[in-house]
């Protein structure tokens, strides 16, 4: 499978912390890849750092034929690739309509469209709520706006940060089948998640981090069959 998102070398600091050391991976067209790890293995700073979020000191992030290493989000954004951060970040004093008309654009060339109706569809209880301001919403609600909010930006590939945590099971099923379906269309995923089940639930491919570098890549099946690298590298 050709790499639809490329990231080679990549290194970022927090100061005089160097967090990531040398972080690789790639991902296909229509593919979802998690990234696996304790907190504080780097997982979340690949993703600020692949979105401009925390400017890479080193390396490499190529989407398509793009070098997009060092760039503004804004440029990274526009470029084809959107980010669904943990903290959600709604704009709580518009509705849930001005939300997600915040969030659209047009399709960068390759990418699938998406309509306010299917995030309807994917999330009955947001438009149940669409006029209701963002910041009165729940959490679960929350997470189920900043993702369709990225959508509508009609990305080629997705960053997803902890999606599920601290939502109901029924919502936690919801953004599963989401995934999926973002995945059919042709979105490309990359995904943290700490429930290694849903992880392993979702994911064409994981890769392990540990230490701000990559420690293992596979199938889920793969680290599945490994109880000495579940132990080492994810167990609590």
């Not at 990418?111 to 910041?135: C, I, N, S």
């Amino acid at each position: 499978m050709t790499p639809l998102l490329q990231v080679e070398n990549l290194h970022a600091h927090y100061g005089k912390s160097h967090i990531l050391q040398g972080v690789a991976f790639s991902v296909g067209e229509g593919e979802v890849l998690s990234l696996l790890g304790r907190n504080g293995s780097g997982r979340s700073t690949t993703l600020k750092a692949v979105m401009g979020l925390v400017p890479p000191s080193a390396g490499s992030v190529r989407l398509a034929d793009q070098e997009l290493a060092g760039a503004k989000p804004n440029r990274i954004c526009r470029a084809g690739l959107a980010y669904v951060p943990e903290e959600r970040e709604v704009f709580a004093n518009l509705t849930v309509d001005e939300n997600l008309r915040m969030g659209e654009q047009p399709a960068t060339p390759g990418a699938p469209r998406w309509t306010v109706q299917q995030m309807f569809d994917y999330f009955p209880r947001l438009k149940e709520r669409r006029h209701t301001r963002a910041g009165s919403l729940s959490g679960g609600e929350q997470q189920m706006l900043t993702i369709c909010r990225s959508l509508l930006g009609n990305p080629r590939v997705i960053l997803i940060d902890e999606p599920t945590e601290g939502l109901a099971p029924m919502i936690v099923a919801q953004v599963g089948e989401c995934i999926r379906d973002m995945r059919a269309q042709g979105v490309s995923v990359v995904l943290v998640e700490q429930k290694l089940a849903i992880a392993l639930k979702v994911s064409d491919r994981v890769c392990v981090m540990g230490h701000g570098r990559i420690v293992f890549e596979g199938v889920p099946a793969q680290l599945q069959s490994d109880p000495a690298l579940l132990s080492r590298w994810l167990a609590v």
